[in-house]
């Protein structure tokens, strides 16, 4: 189970960190990412890192904006979210796949999923 956080109502060129919660040892899971769905359009994958090595990849629309980083000890997943824009308003997910699979930007080859939280940028 994963659960979402820090999902708020900020305003243009502020800063928030969002939180992802997992019932089990994050270090288990093979990826681990943040997926996006602004109104009226597709989900998205915006920040994916691998537990085991660190390895992370983002979207180009959050490249030097956002750092996903993780917190073994607490199985704590974040996302550090700087220079906001409007168009960065949307539900926010955390995902996972199991272990001994790699990062995807695939929604499809995620099996966990958070309840989202909501970001405003306004």
């Known amino acids: 189970q994963l659960v979402e956080s820090g999902g708020d109502l900020v305003q243009p060129g502020g800063s928030l960190r969002l939180s992802c919660t997992a019932s089990?040892?994050?270090?288990?899971?093979?990826?681990m990412g943040w997926f996006r769905q602004a109104p009226g359009k597709e989900r998205e994958g915006i920040a994916f890192?691998?537990?085991?090595?660190?390895?992370?990849h983002y979207a180009g629309s959050v490249t030097g904006r956002f750092t996903i980083s993780q917190d073994n000890a607490k199985n704590t997943l974040y996302l550090q979210m700087n220079s906001l824009k409007p168009e960065d308003t949307a539900v926010y997910y955390c995902?996972?796949?199991?272990?001994?699979?790699?990062?995807?930007?695939?929604?499809?080859?995620?099996?966990?999923w958070g309840q989202g939280t909501q970001v405003t940028v306004s």
């Open positions: 995902a996972a796949r199991p272990g001994g699979y790699g990062c995807t930007t695939k929604l499809v080859d995620y099996a966990d």
């Open positions: 089990g040892t994050t270090g288990s899971f093979g990826c």
């Open positions: 890192l691998h537990p085991g090595g660190g390895l992370t």
